[in-house]
């Protein structure tokens, strides 16, 4: 596949964590998280969000975000999140499958749901007809590419927290966010309230291994067991565990994921000196959303590979990753150029 802005996905894995992976690769050590690497990595999760996380790793993010909201909700309660929700879209149904409950959807342009698009689905607290509100699951990033502010996220965790329910967060680019917003990892999640985090690693430069983080103790009882029936247990955990001892060595995390922001940028810019394309998000993370004709879709996926978000309105999306350089983007940008003067 030619380099090209498809997905932080597509990028291979940093040469730091692929080194932290062969150097755990020495002899024997005892399986399923009871090595050496795996205890350590403990501290570590705890030196970066606070004393109070428990944090338990795990394959994927679906996986992380299924075990999250498994652990805090029953098959009578709901999930209430973006219309625009990986775990709506891009889940197959895990989510409703897994938890016996339903998601209830906001709507939104942005990706970003707000105090008021939460509360219309406050009516029927306490009646047994109806399924019970548990969960406010949000993105940080959204799926859009736009960032909440710290206030906004506090707004959420206070009204979640006053009506007896929880705060979730989806945070497969949450160091991209952290980076962009210039705030610890912790900053950004126990110090606003959040209740637990699905934390990624994969998209950033990991060759595998999510994390699901609680910040209340009596979500992470039984958890253990949970991720065990949801195969979720890696046995050989040291290679997971090692990766994320190199990912936050010297805020490795924050030094890939501020470049894919930078990267996003540059191609912004650029991208806006080309008038037949216009870019209908802000630009705040990794990822650049934008509109243009058919035609010009079309004659670029000739050469790069990206996916087309919205069809009907002729919008794609284009991430940038660790890896991705300023060349990958003179070039992907000058072949859009000649294209849009045919």
Same mark, same amino acid.
């Given at each position: 596949?030619? +380099?090209?802005?498809?997905?932080? !996905?597509?990028?291979?894995?940093?040469?730091?964590? &692929?080194?932290?992976?062969?150097?755990?690769?020495?002899?024997?050590?005892?399986?399923?998280?009871?090595?050496?690497?795996?205890?350590?990595?403990? @501290?570590?999760?705890?030196?970066?969000?606070?004393?109070? /996380?428990?944090?338990? &790793?795990?394959?994927?993010?679906?996986?992380? *975000?299924?075990? $999250?909201?498994?652990?805090?909700?029953? =098959?009578?309660?709901?999930?209430?999140? $973006?219309? @625009?929700?990986?775990?709506?879209?891009?889940?197959?149904?895990?989510?409703?499958?897994?938890?016996?409950?339903?998601?209830? &959807?906001?709507?939104?342009?942005?990706? %970003?749901?707000?105090?008021?698009?939460?509360?219309?689905?406050?009516?029927?607290?306490?009646?047994?007809?109806?399924?019970?509100? %548990?969960?406010?699951?949000? =993105?940080?990033?959204?799926?859009?590419?736009?960032?909440?502010?710290?206030?906004?996220?506090? $707004?959420?965790?206070?009204?979640?927290? #006053? *009506? !007896?329910?929880?705060?979730?967060?989806?945070? /497969?680019?949450?160091?991209?966010?952290?980076?962009?917003?210039?705030?610890?990892? %912790?900053?950004? =999640? /126990?110090?606003?309230?959040?209740? $637990?985090? =699905?934390?990624?690693?994969?998209? *950033?430069?990991?060759?595998?291994? #999510?994390?699901?983080?609680?910040?209340?103790? #009596?979500?992470?009882? !039984?958890?253990?067991? +949970?991720?065990?029936?949801?195969?979720q247990l890696y046995s050989k955990m040291r290679f997971m565990s090692a990766q994320f001892k190199a990912y936050f060595k010297d805020d490795l995390w924050k030094k890939l994921a501020q470049h894919s922001n930078n990267m996003a940028q540059l191609l912004a810019q650029k991208i806006l000196e080309i008038k037949q394309v216009q870019i209908v998000q802000k630009v705040e993370v990794n990822g650049v959303f934008a509109r243009m004709a058919p035609e010009i879709i079309a004659a670029l996926l000739e050469d790069y590979f990206f996916y087309e978000w919205d069809e009907?309105?002729?919008?794609?999306?284009? &991430?940038?990753?660790?890896? @991705?350089?300023?060349?990958?983007?003179?070039?992907? @940008?000058? %072949?859009?150029?000649?294209?849009?003067?045919?």
């Open positions: 596949m030619k +380099r090209g802005f498809g997905s932080d !996905n597509h990028s291979g894995i940093h040469p730091e964590i &692929l080194n932290a992976i062969f150097e755990a690769n020495v002899g024997h050590a005892m399986a399923y998280g009871e090595d050496e690497w795996t205890q350590e990595i403990e @501290t570590i999760f705890k030196q970066a969000f606070g004393q109070e /996380a428990n944090a338990f &790793l795990v394959f994927n993010g679906t996986g992380a *975000n299924v075990l $999250a909201l498994k652990a805090m909700t029953q =098959s009578f309660q709901a999930v209430i999140c $973006a219309d @625009t929700a990986h775990i709506h879209v891009d889940e197959c149904g895990a989510p409703e499958h897994f938890l016996g409950g339903t998601l209830l &959807l906001v709507n939104t342009s942005d990706g %970003k749901i707000t105090v008021e698009g939460v509360e219309q689905y406050f009516k029927n607290f306490g009646f047994q007809h109806h399924i019970q509100p %548990k969960v406010i699951s949000i =993105s940080q990033p959204t799926e859009l590419g736009t960032l909440y502010q710290p206030d906004e996220i506090v $707004a959420l965790a206070n009204l979640a927290h #006053e *009506n !007896n329910m929880y705060l979730h967060v989806d945070g /497969a680019r949450f160091s991209n966010a952290a980076a962009a917003l210039n705030m610890s990892l %912790k900053e950004l =999640s /126990a110090d606003l309230g959040v209740d $637990a985090l =699905s934390f990624g690693g994969t998209k *950033n430069g990991l060759m595998m291994g #999510e994390a699901v983080i609680f910040f209340r103790p #009596e979500l992470a009882e !039984n958890f253990v067991y +949970r991720r065990k029936q949801v195969a009907e309105q002729h919008e794609v999306r284009w &991430l940038c990753s660790w890896d @991705t350089t300023e060349d990958d983007i003179n070039s992907f @940008t000058e %072949k859009l150029r000649r294209i849009t003067m045919r």
